[in-house]
């Protein structure tokens, strides 16, 4: 399945270069160059992703980490001052 031909004075030839199997073949070529572009692009998102999720739970956890931190140390001195009020 190609162009129709067309006489030329060296012969039939078809009206383009190519046939329409080597356009197929091509456009395939390029269809899967793209997808393997594609591809590799969404594993560089994905690895991006992943390192800001991770970075937001570090962050998240260091934050709940603080507020424990200053929890605890309100507690403590809250307790402190009892005991010192009781010992005087």
Not at 21 to 41: F, G, H, K
Request: hydrophobic share 40%.
């Amino acid at each position: 399945m190609g162009f129709p031909p067309t006489a030329t004075p060296y012969g039939v030839r078809h009206t383009l270069p190519f046939t329409c199997n080597s356009v197929a073949v091509l456009c395939r070529w390029q269809i899967e160059e793209r997808i393997r572009d594609v591809l590799e692009l969404r594993g560089r998102l994905r690895a991006l992703w992943q390192r800001k999720k991770e970075y937001l739970e570090d962050l998240y956890n260091q934050q709940m980490f603080l507020r424990d931190v200053n929890q605890l140390e309100t507690l403590s001195n809250t307790q402190q001052v009892l005991l010192f009020s009781l010992t005087a």
